[in-house]
């Protein structure tokens, strides 16, 4: 009861100083980039905000933190958003407080919202939509990414390494200059995004699809791998489409994967794996391969026209 008395009387806080500075609960939840109908939950004391929200909230509606608590007293129009903030460490007393790099930004409808620099996250961004969003220059290592849709995405000069990216659909995005080392993708589906210099450097790519056409406003987008590294990267049961591989290849594998316009030019495959029924529907294009690779490449029936072998 003590509970449910309490999440009222922060509801209806949040009301009154909402309705103080003449902003509509759309307002408060496009600021918030959430949904006007938690808002609503939130006023009506059917739930609560974390810690986090809470102290945008209170950088929002020009209130100290402790005006949530039951002692304090209404907000005033004279509070200044530096003044709402000084006694930040003064904290709710029924809500546990939590480390920043705890942050928790699961379930979240985030459109056009601004990351860049973001650190230390850690820990979860699942079963989110993302649009828009800037991510630029980000520590996003050891991500759990699962069950998103990120479409239009900027995470260019980003580190992701040792992240999972579980059963997500990755569409227009920029991955450009990313280190991606040591992540892994299993059951996504990625198109369209550039990935021009990033770091493939131990990623494992299972069950899902990575294929360079995307539709975006009518038009066809291509997943660009242009001076990517590839080594030791590993592609399980994948479908892959409409991808141009180029440069150093080494230590790679390719099982039981479906090929539609995959082309490797110019590149170098040096102790990569190939196991697939037939390989004929890769094109090679002036590259070379050791002894290994061109024997597993000529078993799987692939045109050899394209391929010179690496002699000692």
């Keep these: ?43 009506r004391g059917e739930s609560m905000p ?6 945008r909230l209170s950088e929002i509606l020009g209130v100290d933190l402790n005006y ?8 005033t ?38 990351f860049s620099g973001l650190k230390n996250l850690n820990e979860k961004f699942s079963s989110s939509n993302m649009q828009r969003c800037k991510f630029i220059g980000s520590d996003l290592s050891g991500l759990l990414l699962k069950g998103n849709n990120v479409d239009s995405c900027d995470f260019s000069g980003s580190d992701f390494g040792s992240s999972h990216i579980q059963a997500s659909n990755l569409v227009n995005n920029l991955f450009r200059g990313c280190s991606l080392k040591d992540t892994k993708f299993s059951q996504s589906h990625i198109s369209g995004c550039d990935f021009t210099g990033a770091d493939f450097t131990g990623v494992g790519f299972n069950s899902g699809s990575f294929t360079g056409v995307a539709v975006k406003s009518g038009a066809t ?44 030019r110019n590149a170098t495959l040096i102790n990569t794996f190939f196991k697939n029924k037939s390989l004929k529907r890769i094109l090679f294009i002036d590259c070379q391969a050791d002894r290994m ?20």
Excluded at 23 to 40: D, M, P, T, Y
Excluded at 68 to 75: A, I, L, V
């Design 221 to 264: 987008e291509k997943n660009t791998v242009a001076d990517a590294v590839w080594n030791s990267t590993s592609f399980n049961a994948m479908y892959l489409a409409d991808i141009v591989f180029q440069g150093a290849i080494e230590d790679c594998s390719f099982e039981n994967c479906a090929f539609a316009r995959v082309a490797f």
């Design 68 to 75: 949530f608590s039951e002692t304090s007293q209404p907000p």
């Design 50 to 55: 974390d810690i986090i929200t809470f102290t």
């Design 1 to 43: 009861m003590e509970t449910m008395l309490t999440t009222i009387m922060i509801g209806n806080k949040i009301a009154e100083a909402r309705k103080k500075i003449n902003l509509s609960q759309s307002q408060l939840a496009e600021r918030l980039f959430i949904s006007s109908q938690a808002v609503g939950k939130w006023e």
């Design 77 to 114: 129009t004279e509070m200044s958003p530096a003044e709402a903030m000084v006694n930040k460490s003064a904290l709710l007393p029924n809500v546990k407080q939590k480390k920043r790099r705890s942050w928790d930004m699961s379930r979240g409808n985030w459109v056009g919202a601004d």
């Design 293 to 312: 690779t061109y024997e597993f490449l000529k078993n799987g029936k692939a045109d050899m026209s394209g391929i010179s072998l690496i002699t000692p």
